[in-house]
């Protein structure tokens, strides 16, 4: 794969396919997670305009764009943060603004943005979420993450002296403490070294084909995407402008990899009409 990405703009930029609804969603339930319609508004500003979208049992999403592109935003809707404005945002047949705490027990979420407590040692988290998740022989199964993850050593530390890889590590080990069904993952790699974060990506792939899990990943770190996901869902806008396999939609866009696609679809989002910026 090429180490360098084109900036020069693409003068023919493909349309979205005719049937890109189609292609993201899936009959009635037959999809782990959902999304039907769904809005966020925020005062005056739409953040997530009529999204619908479906990821299948056990495979790997990512769902991607651009700053103030609505990914956060829907990924809020999921995890059950969030209220929508209206439509329905769905994980294991669950509506997630009413009954989350049914299926809270078969799914986990990781982001190096959101801090563990900071008085309490590695081992301690892990504890606390194992606990809080009912997990079974939960010192075995904290062992286990540990050694994966080369959390052993620091077991007994406070986790507020980690430095930022070690709290990356910690809070995806928080993420498979329970050995979720569904797994959301916020840039699951940041602040890793190139050999940790592909270990860590082996990992992730590994704990997928092993359990048939469900991925949804936010993220942009377009290898990652690439090497760990099955379909791209780009937003733009509060919406899905686009969505394919990531090696179909470099194909399509006549790329070399997926950050020039990512480039081109964000950069069409900023120009107006004649091609000037919006």
């Known amino acids: 794969m090429p180490d360098t ?4 703009p693409n003068p023919k930029l493909p349309k979205p396919p005719k049937d890109l609804a189609e292609r993201i969603t899936l009959p009635d339930g037959q999809a782990t997670i959902s999304t039907r319609d769904l809005v966020k508004d925020y005062e005056q500003e739409r953040a997530v305009d009529h999204v619908s979208f479906d990821v299948g049992p056990g495979s790997a999403t990512a769902l991607l764009g651009g700053n103030g592109a609505g990914k956060t935003t829907t990924m809020a809707m999921l995890l059950g943060l969030l209220t929508p404005t209206s439509g329905k945002a769905i994980i294991l047949g669950a509506d997630m603004a009413k009954d989350r705490y049914a299926v809270a027990a078969r799914m986990n979420f990781s982001s190096p ?7 309490l040692t590695v081992e301690q988290n892990l504890s606390v979420f194992g606990s809080l998740y009912g997990v079974r022989k939960l010192k075995d199964r904290i062992a286990e993450l540990a050694e994966d993850l080369d959390l052993t050593r620091l077991l007994k530390r ?7 890889g070690q709290k990356t590590r910690l809070t995806l080990a928080k993420a498979l403490i329970n050995r979720p069904e569904v797994l959301l993952l916020d840039e699951p ?9 592909d270990y860590v990506r082996q990992y992730l792939r590994r704990y997928l084909a092993e359990t048939g899990a469900t991925m949804l990943l936010a993220s942009h770190n377009m290898t990652e ?4 996901c099955d379909q791209v869902l780009m937003m733009r806008d509060g919406r899905i402008h686009d969505a394919d396999s990531p090696a179909g939609l470099i194909e399509r866009y006549g790329r070399q990899n997926l950050e020039e696609v990512f480039l081109d679809i964000a950069r069409q989002g900023r120009q107006g009409p004649d091609g000037d910026e919006a």
């Open 113 to 119: 943005y959101v801090e563990l407590p900071y008085r």
């Open 225 to 228: 995407v690439e090497r760990l």
């Open 189 to 197: 790699t940041a602040s890793l070294d190139p050999d940790t974060g």
């Open 158 to 164: 406070p986790s507020g002296q980690l430095s930022a």
């Open 5 to 8: 990405v084109s900036t020069a």
